[in-house]
């Protein structure tokens, strides 16, 4: 268990719904990052958030929009949904790195997207 | 420009032997840190290994080490005595600035197959 939860596991949606994907860091940690893996892909990075603040973007559509709330939990919105982006989305989160910490990101078992 | 290139889309193995994946990097940052991650059937990401650019020494962990050549730009895992609980994809990722949260870029992945 790596501590990130993430929910829901599995969503089925039509073509241009929107749906909300939460995440739960693990505790203390304050780096939230959302990656999208699409069939048979790599994970593509989408955003990251650093204590409530987007710290970097990635390969983020404008349909899609994030956010991270004082508590530090995060949630993606991803609205007008097409059938590419069908996917599993990872939340990961980080500890600040220094000393032993490598700055591993520790993931979540992902939400996965079916638009059908 | 790919900054993880896993050319190594299969690989076998034969239980209780060693395999090596193949991971090269690009970046002009001095500072960056190589990890792997292993996502079983089930999908979870699960971090193995981490080699930063000034760790003198190949990282290890168990069973798995990390051949490190820096001039080559190369970060190839090796997994000794196979089990059949390794077959995974296997995937190779990089930070730049090594010194903060940044986001991880994965590679496309390498799926180890371990063959009773």
């Known amino acids: 268990d790596s501590g990130v939860t993430q929910t829901p596991k599995h969503l089925i949606t039509a073509t241009g719904q929107r749906v909300t994907l939460r995440c739960s860091p693990r505790?203390?940690?304050?780096?939230v990052y959302w990656y999208q893996q699409s069939l048979d892909q790599g994970l593509q990075f989408l955003i990251q958030y650093y204590n409530g603040e987007e710290r970097a973007k990635g390969n983020i559509l404008e349909r899609f929009s994030a956010q991270q709330f004082p508590d530090l939990h995060s949630e993606l919105n991803l609205s007008s949904l097409e059938l590419g982006d069908s996917a599993l989305y990872f939340c990961?989160?980080?500890?600040?790195?220094?000393?032993?910490?490598?700055?591993?990101?520790?993931f979540g078992e992902g939400s996965r997207l079916t638009v059908l | 420009a790919q900054k993880i290139t896993q050319t190594q889309p299969g690989m076998f193995v034969q239980e209780k032997e060693a395999v090596t994946l193949d991971c090269t990097y690009d970046?002009?940052?001095?500072?960056?840190?190589l990890f792997w991650y292993k996502q079983p059937s089930s999908g979870e990401m699960i971090f193995l290994i981490y080699q930063g650019s000034y760790d003198q020494q190949n990282a290890t962990e168990g069973r798995y080490s990390l051949n490190f050549q820096k001039a080559r730009k190369s970060a190839n895992l090796v997994i000794s005595a196979s089990q059949l609980g390794d077959s995974a994809m296997y995937f190779c990722a990089m930070r730049e600035r090594n010194s903060g949260n940044t986001p991880l870029v994965f590679g496309k992945g390498t799926r180890l197959s371990v063959i009773a």
């Open positions: 970046t002009s940052d001095p500072s960056y840190g």
């Open positions: 990961a989160s980080s500890a600040v790195i220094g000393g032993p910490n490598t700055g591993e990101l520790f």
């Open positions: 505790s203390g940690d304050l780096s």
